[in-house]
Antibody, heavy 120, light 110 residues
Framework: EVQLVESGGGLVKPGGSLRLSCAASGFTFSKAWMSWVRQAPGKGLEWVGRIKSKTDGGTTDYAAPVKGRFTISRNDSKNTLYLQMNSLKTEDTAVYYC???????????WGQGTMVTVSS | QTVVTQEPSFSVSPGGTVTLTCGLSSGSVSSRYYPSWYQQTPGQAPRTLIYSTNTRSSGVPDRFSGSILGNKAALTITGAQADDESDYYCVLYMGSGDYVFGTGTKVTVL
């Protein structure tokens, strides 16, 4: 079964850090381009960033609101995607979804999400 | 900053047809932006409906169809059913690793 399972969410103070993980199964993770998408409470979906497969360079791209603060990485031997979030702000409070990018341009597999709350 | 606009809400009768659109704050949407569409019910993860303008994702009923209408991407639901009541989001791929979600449309079936 194709599956993405996020973990690592929780409550963190402004200025703090948190690392999210996403365990993939049911597909060849090492060949996949992966992404993070978030959704603030009661708001719409927002793209956070993506990482290409290592064979395609393994490069990362980020949305402007998180650039310089968030880092996406991957461990293909563990079939796991990561999102390191530093200098967290209250506006980073959201459910964070791990997704697979397919067809170069769309998200075809979604995890169930993990909640991150940034509050003092 | 790129803004992708969608209608805030739509209401459709059971069995009816509704067309949602996805536009750019400046410029026209074309297939070169590879528009995709997602359905989300409260408390659930999004579900992929359409990619590359008009290709249905695996398992998506054929009452969902995608197209370009004028200068916007469009999602049409033909023969709406009660469980189509959801939020719908489009995504445009702007190139260079930049994906932009639309503002979302809440569809009510009644």
């Amino acid at each position: 079964e194709v599956q993405l399972v996020e973990s690592g969410g929780g409550l963190v103070k402004p200025g703090g850090s948190l690392r999210l993980s996403c365990a993939a199964s049911g597909f060849t993770f090492s060949k996949a381009w992966m992404s993070w998408v978030r959704q603030a409470p009661g708001k719409g979906l927002e793209w956070v960033g993506r990482i290409k497969s290592k064979t395609d360079g393994g490069t990362t791209d980020y949305a402007a609101p998180v650039k310089g603060r968030f880092t996406i990485s991957r461990n293909d031997s563990k079939n796991t995607l990561y999102l390191q979030m530093n200098s967290l702000k209250t506006e980073d409070t959201a459910v964070y979804y791990c997704t697979r990018i397919n067809w170069g341009s769309a998200f075809d597999i979604w995890g169930q999400g993990t909640m991150v709350t940034v509050s003092s | 900053q790129t803004v992708v606009t969608q209608e805030p809400s739509f209401s459709v009768s059971p069995g009816g047809t509704v067309t949602l659109t996805c536009g750019l704050s400046s410029g026209s949407v074309s297939s070169r932006y590879y528009p995709s569409w997602y359905q989300q019910t409260p408390g659930q993860a999004p579900r992929t409906l359409i990619y590359s303008t008009n290709t249905r994702s695996s398992g998506v009923p054929d009452r969902f169809s995608g197209s370009i209408l004028g200068n916007k991407a469009a999602l049409t639901i033909t023969g709406a059913q009660a469980d189509d009541e959801s939020d719908y989001y489009c995504v445009l791929y702007m190139g260079s690793g930049d994906y932009v979600f639309g503002t979302g449309t809440k569809v009510t079936v009644l």
